[in-house]
C-alpha cells in the first residue's frame, strides 16, 4: 500500500502544483492504505473537474 501511496502523491503533485501537495500529504499522515486513497482521488477528481482537466490517478491505485 506505502508503494502506491507514494505514487499517487507524486502523481498529484505533477498534475496540481502545492496547495495539493501540502493538503495530500497531511492526509497521508492521518490515514492509510485504501482510506488515503480514496481520500486522494476524490478530493483530486473534484478539483479536475473544476479546472477541466483530466488525471490518470486510475492507473496508479490499480494493483
Same mark, same amino acid.
Given at each position: 500500500?506505502?508503494?502506491?501511496?507514494?505514487?499517487?502523491?507524486?502523481?498529484?503533485y505533477?498534475?496540481?502544483?502545492?496547495?495539493? %501537495?501540502?493538503?495530500?500529504?497531511?492526509? !497521508? $499522515?492521518?490515514?492509510?492504505?485504501?482510506v488515503?486513497i480514496t481520500?486522494?482521488t476524490n %478530493?483530486?477528481l473534484r478539483?479536475?473537474? !473544476? $479546472?477541466?482537466?483530466?488525471?490518470?490517478?486510475?492507473?496508479l491505485?490499480d494493483?
Amino acid at each position: 500500500m506505502g508503494d502506491i501511496s507514494k505514487n499517487i502523491l507524486s502523481l498529484v503533485y505533477f498534475e496540481t502544483r502545492l496547495w495539493f %501537495r501540502l493538503e495530500i500529504y497531511l492526509l !497521508d $499522515k492521518l490515514c492509510t492504505g485504501d482510506v488515503v486513497i480514496t481520500l486522494i482521488t476524490n %478530493r483530486v477528481l473534484r478539483h479536475m473537474a !473544476d $479546472k477541466k482537466t483530466s488525471i490518470a490517478w486510475y492507473q496508479l491505485s490499480d494493483n
